[in-house]
């Protein structure tokens, strides 16, 4: 009997170790992707995850398919029954991903019998649900009346949080005898310039009013206006210049507020209002501009909010300079957020079994272990361990994926039930750790025959006796467990 039961495990043994490496090849082999777009109802399904992988309905619930549980993961959830994919909450692309051009949700599908885990990806698509704005929606310009036809005054850009599309911007004037628009592509997107056409005339017009207006190419077109104010006032003929082309800023994740980020400095060679510069943002996002702070007369860029590394990796600021004339200059000002070990690792358990015989044999498998760490690097990467003196491992699955497995004998007499307790650690500085305990009952097989306690037992009987007497009381004892116990 014992031979069968040991000829058996091995059997189990064997196609664990095949169903562990066709997951771990179903997991490299492909991923799962999905697209949806965005600003769509809390509960909107994505897709059929069950029937993507091949899993028939009816075996859904049995296989126990679901998602791993992350922070990244918080829009996503599977129904447990029929394997459809949906969304939890209402996705704004924008707020998710801001400019990136691929807004990417990542899981990881778990299932089991046999133990699989699966890559899914579900792409957030762009529409057309904001509107050109500028920042400010009133720009203000003095230019000399001595200013010669030809010249430039650089108004920015309006900024569309969409994408793609919707976010290319074409831009109109209302029509003037004095100036015209001029777009220039550049690199990091479109220039608005307005061009003096004429000679202006301070005593003749001392002010001019017009309307800019930016339309997008999405469907249905959104547009944004801001009104230019426009002073004539005497010759001023420097523009304003940075010490510096670029400024390259790294900034710890962690850094208070108040902190002094940089200061940038521009001189103007004119003297008098003409030759005195004013600082300001321009091309900024919300985001940013309610973390930095600039100060108009000195420059100083503070910090006002809190960085986060795992949100936003890097700033791109763009200072401009302006001189009492109302030329411009601009620089730009890139802040690098360096990561700091905020973040301890999240340990995901799922159970195989709370309940194991005594006689299983080792590298039986308990349960099924992933480590998630939100930070980068070394910050990132951590060690999983198990606490020493008990007859079990942790076996290496995939990446951040554990098998917690026996890895020796049990012995439901010595020891009827464990508390395993799992550590993950990650290697920033100071390290971060989290710990997790699994509950396991031994079950008990008749491995223990009864002992009597005695070897020998003696009696003296005395004769006409009745039929029925008690000569002697034996008694044994069996150290297993309910029915294997009984005599």
Not at 34 to 63: C, F, Q, T
Not at 123 to 148: C, W
Not at 184 to 201: A, H, Y
Not at 243 to 256: C, N
Request: glycine share 6%.
């Amino acid at each position: 009997m014992g031979t069968t039961t040991k000829s058996g495990w091995q059997c189990v043994r064997q196609q664990l170790f095949l169903f562990l490496f066709y997951s771990l090849q179903c997991l490299t082999s492909g991923t799962i992707r999905y697209s949806v777009p965005e600003e769509l109802d809390r509960g909107s399904l994505v897709g059929n995850v069950a029937n993507d992988l091949g899993i028939p309905l009816k075996d859904v619930a049995a296989r126990r398919l679901r998602i791993t549980s992350t922070t990244k993961t918080r829009f996503l959830n599977i129904n447990l029954q029929t394997g459809d994919l949906y969304l939890t909450e209402r996705i704004d692309r924008e707020e998710l991903c801001d400019k990136t051009p691929s807004c990417i949700l990542t899981f990881e599908a778990v299932v089991e019998n046999p133990l699989q885990v699966f890559a899914g990806e579900v792409e957030i698509q762009d529409i057309n649900d904001n509107p050109p704005v500028f920042i400010p929606d009133k720009i203000t310009l003095s230019i000399i009346e001595m200013t010669s036809p030809g010249a430039r005054f650089r108004l920015g850009q309006a900024e569309d949080r969409d994408i793609g599309a919707n976010s290319l911007l074409q831009y109109q004037l209302n029509p003037s005898d004095y100036f015209y628009l001029n777009v220039v592509d550049r690199e990091r997107g479109k220039d608005v310039e307005l061009v003096l056409n004429n000679t202006l005339d301070h005593e003749t017009h001392s002010n001019h009013v017009f309307i800019l207006t930016a339309k997008d190419n999405g469907i249905p077109r959104r547009s944004g206006t801001a009104q230019i104010h426009i002073s004539v006032v005497d010759v001023n003929d420097n523009t304003p210049e940075f010490s510096q082309a670029v400024y390259r800023i790294s900034l710890r994740e962690g850094s208070p507020k108040d902190t002094l980020i940089a200061k940038v400095s521009a001189t103007d060679r004119d003297r008098g209002p003409n030759g005195e510069v004013r600082y300001s943002f321009k091309k900024l996002t919300e985001t940013a501009r309610s973390l930095f702070k600039l100060d108009p007369v000195s420059g100083e860029i503070i910090l006002e909010g809190t960085l986060d590394y795992e949100e936003v990796k890097r700033y791109e600021l763009t200072v401009e300079a302006k001189d009492g004339g109302g030329l411009t200059a601009d620089t730009d000002v890139l802040v690098e957020i360096l990561d700091d070990n905020d973040n301890a690792p999240q340990i995901t358990i799922s159970t195989v079994s709370n309940e194991m015989s005594e006689d299983a044999v080792a590298g039986s498998v308990i349960a099924f272990i992933n480590i998630v760490d939100l930070d980068s690097s070394n910050n990132g990467e951590t060690n999983c361990y198990l606490q020493e003196h008990v007859p079990f491992k942790l076996q290496p699955l995939y990446r951040n994926y554990y098998t917690l497995e026996l890895n020796g004998s049990l012995d439901r007499e010595k020891v009827p039930e464990y508390n395993i307790t799992i550590t993950a650690v990650d290697k920033g500085f100071p390290p971060l750790s989290s710990v997790k305990t699994i509950f396991l009952k031994i079950s008990d097989i008749n491995d223990n025959p009864p002992q009597f306690y005695k070897a020998m037992y003696t009696a003296y009987v005395k004769e006409n006796n009745p039929p029925g007497h008690v000569i002697l009381t034996v008694e044994a004892k069996d150290t297993d467990w309910k029915q294997n116990a009984q005599a």
